[in-house]
């Protein structure tokens, strides 16, 4: 960063992935590309999804993966991506709207998979026990813990990488393996070597970390900051 360059928003200077761009690569002619687009749309939306057929036709764990599968090979299809038009909402919505078509035709679509003799393998999550909301309830709550898993795994490599693997270490004794009961600050401090109000301020700046990249990837399904705006506080009302 030069002399005088403003330090808001970090030192990146390349615009971020939109949303756009992982539609394009997940449509695109090239096998090899659409592959990597399709894979980063499951990361995103394969749990959400699943939840939406598991609920909205009670359907068992084993078919409602196997209709989560069709969906996204179907959705890499000639066309159906290219639908997403960001002036008339966000692609979240645009998803629903596709999962609503697709579970209206679910049988059809599963049974012309199945005779096809095979299906591109993508990656599944092995969910077993029920989910409890209904399916639009369920579809934004995975939605919110994939982007939290995903913001906490972004910053955890980050850090790793660095020499701030103390500060991720802390956050996770404190927020992710917190055991029957959550330490004190006084008692990290005394297994990492640090004052209390030292794991305080560490913890802060992993959290600040995490707000940010979730921010980060709201703003890559986004069209604008208005509709960033709606994302963030639809996060947090999931």
Known sequence: MNVGDTSLGGSRRDFPETVLDVVRRASDASPDVQRVGL???????????????????????????????????????????????????????????????FVQHHDEALGRLKRGGGRAQLPLNEESAPPQAGPDAGFEADWRKALIDQAVEEVRERLKKGDKGVKFD?????YLDPGAERPTYETLGRKFGLRAGEVQHYLA?????????????????ASGPGELEEEWNAFFRS
């Open 205 to 221: 700046d992993v959290r600040a970390e995490v707000r940010l990249q979730i921010k980060a990837q709201l703003e890559e399904g």
């Open 170 to 174: 802390l956050f996770e004794r404190y």
């Open 39 to 101: 894979e980063d749309l499951c990361r995103r939306y394969w749990k959400p999804a699943y939840h939406y057929f598991r609920v909205a036709w009670a359907k068992s764990n084993e078919d409602a993966k196997d209709l989560a599968q069709s969906f996204f090979v179907w959705i890499a299809g000639p066309g159906v991506l290219k639908r997403f038009d960001p002036s008339r909402g966000g692609f979240r919505a645009f998803l629903k709207s596709l999962l609503r078509h």
